[in-house]
């Protein structure tokens, strides 16, 4: 094996990094560091991580007349980056139902570091905070061999509320039907014959309202809306994207009679 006299070496320090490379002859095409393990390019300086190695062939000189053939090994590679953010990107979308967004986390390292749990909020600038639906990631490789890891946030908000104790609740709606002010009954015969009868009808609303609260808002018996309060049937709802609870409120349905 050629002394390490042969060796040749390079180092470059920049704000960021330090890169290098190391030169080096075998007598076989075989390398002693592999891709992601580490080498020093300068003797006494910084360890690297290979991030590539190239193998070819040279013929350096004569050995009894005869040309000797050494494998030549160049082994490049940097500072291993550590997994940090290096760069988040926002979108989001407004619609007249809700408000999403997302958040593109970009980190280097051997693997992604999670930073959000399914349910928690995020902030989203335009819109501000959402809940946190689903979480995406994907994986490649910079120009350096550098393992680098995009995750996205997606999130939702519906419009009006920026979390659990500002929901965006449903308009109010309201039905009306108009019924017989009277007595109806039927002769032998089949024919169907009202005997008493207004010439004003029975009135009937179903109000349904939305708030975030389980009490009664009316009286069975009392006035309300115009009207006498025949029953209230309260009903929890709950809104869910992918599984997890982004909006829950009552709905109050109250039927009157006028």
């Known amino acids: 094996m050629p002394e390490n006299l042969y060796r040749s070496y390079s180092l470059e320090k920049s704000a960021d990094s330090i890169s290098g490379s190391l030169t ?3 007598d ?9 393990g580490t080498f020093q390019p300068v003797p006494g300086g910084p360890r690297l991580k290979v991030s590539k190695v190239n193998i070819s062939d040279n013929v350096i000189g004569e050995r009894n007349g005869k040309p000797y053939r050494q494998w030549q090994i160049v082994v490049e590679g940097n500072t291993e980056e550590s997994s940090v953010e290096t760069n988040i990107k926002y979108s989001f979308s ?6 999403s967004g997302t958040m593109e986390v970009v980190q280097k390292g051997n693997s992604p ?12 600038p335009g819109i501000g905070n959402v809940k946190c639906t689903a979480i995406k990631g994907n994986d490649s490789y910079n120009e ?6 995009t995750t996205s946030y997606e999130g939702v908000m519906y419009s009006g509320g920026n979390d659990d104790e500002n929901p965006s609740l449903p308009d109010t709606e309201i039905t009306i039907s108009y019924e017989l002010n009277g007595i109806t009954t039927r ?8 005997l008493m009868r207004s010439s004003t009808p029975i009135t009937k609303k179903t109000i349904t309202v939305y708030n975030n609260s389980v009490s009664a808002i009316s009286s069975p018996g009392g006035t ?24 829950s409120y ?7 009679e006028s």
Not at 113 to 121: A, P, R, V
Not at 144 to 149: K, L, P, R, S, Y
Not at 187 to 194: K, N, Q, S
Not at 224 to 247: A, C, M, Q, R
């Open 94 to 99: 407004i619609s007249s139902e809700e408000k």
């Open 144 to 149: 350096n061999g550098i393992h680098v890891w």
């Open 224 to 247: 309300y809306e115009g009207g006498i309060v025949l029953s209230e049937n309260i009903e929890k709802e709950t809104i869910k994207v992918n599984g997890v609870t982004t909006n």
């Open 250 to 256: 009552y709905k109050h349905s109250i039927e009157v």
């Open 28 to 36: 076989s095409p075989s390398s002693p560091y592999d891709i992601g």
């Open 113 to 124: 570091s999670i930073s959000l749990n399914i349910g928690e909020t995020f902030n989203v």
């Open 24 to 26: 080096l002859w075998e």
């Open 187 to 194: 002769t032998v015969a089949g024919e169907f014959l009202a």
